[in-house]
């Protein structure tokens, strides 16, 4: 249930009390932000300073409680521009301290009034600082939000506990069919059309396409459960694997390994990493607590430069840094790797056009230091007629 005057939600939750239980027992207490009534979810923080509605609207959020490490949240509001896609899609958001008063010149409505208009659950007051150092050392787990009605049904913590355990877990979740669309369409190439890209969408971000567009490519955007045919019928110059909500583990590979057969030219982020590497062979493994912000050091071992980027990624591609390995569609390498922990952050085949990056070049919010990558996704269908012929 949700109460969402607008132009009232913040009066109205001040006064509102919330409760947040962690699967491991842990509480916090604070005020209701946005919607009232209870939720649940993965509980993953994300420390970007600047980005909360591209976040929030970032479909690879699906199922997820993000928590906000910076503590202001809402300053600029929400505006026309900057979702990344039709709706938000975290199930509950966690903040210290909200906005009183939104103030920015894009601003159309506060961030308290959209989430209330989207039946998003949230609480603020929370001291986020050790709600995250806590998911920092136990690992990210399943958490609820309690405010309004569902609170007063359920008014002492171990009931509300339990309803936290019978959430589902965020391992093994096939979410991607939830969040993409049902239809394909297309976004035109900006200017003269150079290529065509069929884009799978398993969550994708509006940014995603915008990107390509840019840079002469014609992007057919098409649905999670598109087929082979499907994707062939479009006669792409290359192929696309979006980010998406979820546990890699559960995708299918067909169409990914169906691509790598016939040597099209492969580019894949985040999700789309993580199947890129599955089809290769290797495993993909649940992070403890996971990257997300705009601020994650990761190297291109291939030219050896650092780049600052933007990541949300809650699983990662098991494979070895120190070698090349052999697949069944040739020799792959780890492109790149995050300097905090060394969690693979990028493959890349050498006999076939074919590389894919766990995080997000596209940014949105974030750097734009790893934009590179699109250009090199357009160099490999400028040169792939010539490594098809080769082969
Ligand atoms: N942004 C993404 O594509 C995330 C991929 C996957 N759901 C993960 O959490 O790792």
Redo the contacts with the bound molecule.
Sequence with gaps: MTTSTPGTASKRNEASPAVLVLEDGRTFRGRAYGALGETFGEAVFNTGMTGYQETLT?P?YHRQVVVMTAPHIGNTGVNDEDDESRRIWVSGYVVRDPARIPSNWRSRRSLDEELAAQDVVGISGVDTRALTRHLRERGAMRVGIFSGPALKDAPDESALLERVLRAPE?KGAD?SAEVATTEAYVVPAVGEKKFTVAALD??IKGMTPHRMAERGIEVHVLPATATVEEVYAVAPDGVFL???????ATADLTVVKAVLERRTPLFG????N?LLGRALGFGTYK?KY?HRGINQPVQDRTTGKVEVTAH?????VEAPLDRVSETPYGRVEVSHVCLNDDVVEGLRLLDQPAFSV?Y?PEAAAGPHDAAYLFDRFTSLMSTAPMEAERA
């Design positions: 970032d690879s965020m979410l398993l969550g979006s980010n998406g909500p979820g546990d890699p982020i985040c999700f789309g993580q992070l996971g949300n990624h809650g699983f990662a766990q997000h």
